[in-house]
């Protein structure tokens, strides 16, 4: 019986030190979900290499910055050579503050679910090749400082959400294809209209209450 109480014993302890190495859920889910843009990627200089489905703690992988509790809060992949498309897990990232993914040859469009990352603070996705309209969703982004989508292809209008970022200060959507007027209240009346040039079909600064805006914008 003793051999058998001390197998117990071993069995018991080996639990709780196993236990021990397994990573938190949260970690799973945010290796998850970066996985998931790198599927969505091509990659020819190899810059996401270390991005191991089998490490399923990401805060291991380069361009990936964590904070003390392993949550994922900077994606650094600005310049980086990437094709592809962006992927609606990474609405996941719920801690996520910067999202720099600039001058690479990213197509599609910018999914809705980025309107979930409450803590972001910088959005930099210019200098790709973005299509569709901007998600009105980014408005939900109340801590967003940095809003950086030109030199795309996007279309359609600015969406007037943004105008309910207070915190809002830098915002450049110059060299896409949008329409409509711009923004003229909230964080806008203090942006540089340089910002929205080479638009064709940008018209000048709302005037509010006198003018109807999404005149032939679609």
Known sequence: M??????????ALAAVSSSLLLPKAHCNSEGDALHSLRRSLTDPDNVLQSWDPNLV???TWFHITCNQDNRVTRLDLGNSNLSGHLVPELGKLEYLQYLELYRNNI???IPDELGNLKSLISLD???NNISGNIPPSLGNLKSLVFLRLNDNQLHGPIPRTLAGIHTL????VSNNNLCGTIPSNGPFEHIPLNNFE???RLEGPELQG?????????
């Open 57 to 59: 703690n990401p805060c």
């Open 169 to 172: 200060k830098v915002v450049d």
């Open 107 to 109: 197509q599609g469009a």
């Open 210 to 218: 006198l003018a109807s805006y999404d005149t032939n914008c679609s």
């Open 125 to 127: 996705l210019y200098n």
């Open 2 to 11: 003793a051999g058998r109480g001390d197998l117990l014993v071993f069995l």
């Open 198 to 200: 080479n638009n064709p």
